[in-house]
């Protein structure tokens, strides 16, 4: 039987360099993610202004001060949906609702953020429709835009 002073290389070994790469990894890695997953979290521009998405400490400083200016803005200036919305249920005063669901589609396609907003516009413009036309003339109008949400909205407002 030898004995060296060498550590053992196969079973019971203390581990070699790579053995201390992988624990140091181990370690600091789940702390560089955290740290850039928050650092990529204040750099997303969450308020919907196009003026400049990096957060500082000042902007934090700022903003309590300029919380009463946000709301007078907002309440001013519609959101885009919003505005949509209004807008055509204003020309289903004024137009049948074959015609406005087109208008509809038309503002989906030229603005492709509006999707999301599509169902629930619609689904509005269904509601609206019965209430002015009646249930069986507004459901004739129905057509598969926005996944069928104005016949949806027909029939919400019909039950």
Not at 71 to 78: D, G, I, L, N, P
Not at 132 to 145: E, F, H, I, N, T
């Amino acid at each position: 039987m030898t004995h060296s002073t060498t550590p053992q290389t196969r079973r019971g070994h203390r581990g070699g360099p790579a053995r201390r790469i992988g624990r140091t990894l181990a370690l600091v890695l789940p702390v560089v993610l955290v740290l850039s997953g928050t650092l990529a979290v204040t750099r997303v521009n969450w308020t919907g202004d196009s003026e400049g998405s990096v957060l500082t400490a000042s902007d934090v400083a700022q903003a309590p001060a300029q919380a009463g200016t946000a709301r007078t803005v907002t309440a001013k200036k519609a959101a885009p949906q919003d505005a949509l919305r209004d807008r055509l249920l204003t020309e289903l005063q004024d137009k049948n609702p074959g015609v406005v669901l087109t208008h509809l589609q038309q503002a989906v396609n030229g603005h492709p953020a509006l999707a999301e907003h599509c169902t629930s516009i619609a689904r509005t413009l269904g509601r609206a429709a019965v209430r002015l036309y009646g249930a069986s003339r507004a459901q004739s109008y129905a057509r598969p835009v926005c996944d069928t949400s104005f016949a949806t909205g027909v029939l919400a407002a019909h039950s």
